[in-house]
Every structure is written in structure tokens, then in C-alpha cells.
């Protein structure tokens, strides 16, 4: 007998549509809502409907954890449980309004429970967390950390993995702490998040990273102070409008396991999981996982990391002008 899939959750229906499908008009003019009444702030990121899916698709349209997780604006009052709906003669579609309370109606007890009361955490905290690091994100202007960039810290992959995930790989061993601090090293993953995040299909199947923890040293670990842990974790958890699907580690010396038990707490239980260590005979794993789209000194046939950490460094200063225009601090 074959077996029987499983149907596709509303938000998954929702997050296959395209940009300009008008079944998304109403999850884009909730959270606008929410968002304009909770006082966020539209500079220097205003809330055009590219800005709001990011989040909406971060948390597949489940409109409570998606409003959280972008928006609280500083002295901001949350709503109260039991909300009421959007206003009347809201801009959305008749149309659009029926088919999305029929996605609604075929959605798990859960997705429908979030519709109301604390939605919008993600939106929130991505605020509330820029507005509290600006150490981290008021600057992101390339020049910032082309040092880091220069020495080969960082790379993105050219392809995907078969999930569809974009894979981000980072070289300890070219991060000279004597030079970068480890806000500097955490600016380089936020710059890369803020211009992958552009990418539908990056919102729609988040991203895996690669940590080569090869020549990992006290000088490192010393870096990593518990306040910055918990920035890491808030990152990684519920501040940025990106899936995490995950995180492989590979060459970790013993020291390092001091500093993971240190941010393990701030994570949550579906990042824990989502956590692979490797050691030092890691090729065949992390080949099973990435087959195909590796570079050379991981397995890979075709390029070398040098080729795609110089891809990357140059995509980075061409968006220099982007960057510099979401660099202003959230007040």
C-alpha cells in the first residue's frame, strides 16, 4: 500500500506563492498593522511588503511568532490577548481575504491559535535586538570588517544544498583575534544574513553554516563573553528572519565544548537538534549532507575556498551602498 502524504500546512501553501500573490495581502496588512501600532520605526528599514515577508516566511506565515520577532519598537505597549481583527475595509482583496481563511481553516490547532494575542515576536525582537547591539549593526558598512574579509574568514557557497538551504561556511583559524573582535566576526555573519535574506528562496528554506573550528584557541574563547553568547543565541533563535536549518561544526578542539556550554542555554530546543559536531574525521558526514556543492578542502571537485571567499568579499562591496543605507541605528 503506498503511503499516504501528508497534506501541506497553510503556511507551507503560503509560503510557495510568489511575492505579488494576492493570498498573501492578508498576513502583509496584519502585520503592518501591528507593526505601525506598536510605533516601530520606518527608517531606516520601512515596512514595504518585501521587508514584512521575510519575517512572514521565517515562521511560515504563522502571524504571532512572525509579528514578534520583528517589531517591538522600545517603550512600546504589546497587545492584549484577544486583539481585535483587522480593521474593516483594510486593503485586501475580497478575494484574497476568502482564500486565506480557507488556508486558515485547514491549518493545525496550533498554526490557528497563533493568530492572535502575541503575534509578531520575531518582528519585534529584530528591533529591540538592533536597537540593543548597535556595537554589532549600526555599522555595516563593508569597510567595517574587509580585514576578516581579506583573510578568508568567510564564504558562501555557490549552490544549494538539496533542501534548498543556502550554506554559509566560516575558517576560525583566519580570524586573528589580536586584530577582530568578536563583534567584528558577529558583523560579518549579520552583513551576510542582511543581504541573503533578499532571496525568496533563502526566506523560503533558510540557511545551513559550517564553523571550521580548526586552530581554535584561548585567545578565541576569550572573546566570547557570556553577554555575547547570549547576542549569538538571540540571533540564532528568535531576532532575525532567517531559518536556521543547520549548523555543522567540524575540527572543535576540547577547549571549544567550554564556550558552546556557555551559549547552549540561551538556545532553543529545535536549535539544539539542529547542531551537527563532525570532529576531525568529518568529510564523509559532511559530504552526505552537502553532496556536491563543497569546495576542494572539504571533500569538493571543482573550486577552492580561496574562489569562493573572493566571490563573496566582492559581492559584499557591491552592495556596499545597500548596507549603508540599513546602517543608521534603530532609536
Not at 497563533?114 to 549593526?137: D, T, V
Not at 551537527?276 to 556543492?293: A, C, R
Request: include cysteine; hydrophobic fraction near 40%.
Amino acid at each position: 500500500m503506498a503511503e499516504a502524504r501528508s497534506r501541506p500546512s497553510a503556511g507551507q501553501q503560503l509560503n510557495a506563492l510568489p511575492d505579488h500573490s494576492p493570498l498573501l495581502q492578508p498576513g502583509l496588512a496584519e502585520l503592518r498593522r501591528r507593526a505601525r501600532e506598536a510605533g516601530v520605526p520606518l527608517a531606516p528599514l520601512p515596512l514595504t511588503d518585501s521587508f514584512l515577508l521575510r519575517f512572514l516566511r521565517a515562521r511560515d506565515f504563522d502571524l504571532d511568532p512572525a509579528w514578534q520577532v520583528s517589531v517591538r519598537a522600545p517603550g512600546a505597549r504589546q497587545r492584549a490577548p484577544g486583539s481585535p481583527a483587522p480593521r474593516p475595509g483594510s486593503p485586501t482583496p475580497a478575494a484574497a481575504q476568502g482564500a486565506g481563511r480557507t488556508l486558515a481553516r485547514n491549518a493545525p490547532p496550533s498554526t490557528r491559535r497563533g493568530r492572535c494575542g502575541c503575534r509578531f515576536r520575531l518582528l519585534k525582537n529584530y528591533y529591540k535586538w538592533r536597537a540593543e547591539c548597535p556595537e554589532i549593526s549600526a555599522d555595516l558598512h563593508p569597510r567595517s570588517i574587509i580585514g576578516l574579509l581579506k583573510a578568508g574568514y568567510h564564504g558562501v557557497l555557490r549552490s544549494r544544498d538539496p533542501t534548498g538551504s543556502k550554506v554559509l561556511i566560516y575558517r576560525i583559524a583566519h580570524w586573528d583575534p589580536k586584530v577582530f573582535t568578536a563583534y567584528d566576526v558577529f558583523r560579518v555573519s549579520l552583513i551576510t544574513s542582511e543581504l541573503i535574506v533578499q532571496e525568496v528562496e533563502t526566506q523560503r528554506n533558510g540557511i545551513k553554516a559550517i564553523f571550521d573550528l580548526e586552530g581554535w584557541q584561548f585567545s578565541h574563547a576569550f572573546q566570547i563573553t557570556p553577554s555575547v553568547a547570549k547576542k549569538i543565541a538571540a540571533v540564532l533563535t528568535d531576532s532575525f528572519p532567517l531559518k536556521v536549518r543547520g549548523i555543522h561544526l567540524i575540527n572543535e578542539p576540547v577547549i571549544f565544548h567550554a564556550v558552546f556550554s556557555m551559549i547552549k542555554p540561551f538556545l532553543t530546543e529545535k536549535i539544539k537538534e539542529r547542531i551537527h559536531m563532525h570532529g576531525n574525521n568529518y568529510k564523509q558526514n559532511l559530504l552526505q549532507h552537502f553532496p556536491d556543492i563543497l569546495p576542494l578542502e572539504y571533500g569538493g571537485e571543482e573550486f577552492s575556498m580561496e574562489d569562493i571567499c573572493q566571490e563573496w568579499t566582492n559581492f559584499i562591496m557591491k552592495s556596499e551602498d545597500y548596507l549603508s543605507s540599513i546602517s543608521e541605528s534603530i532609536q
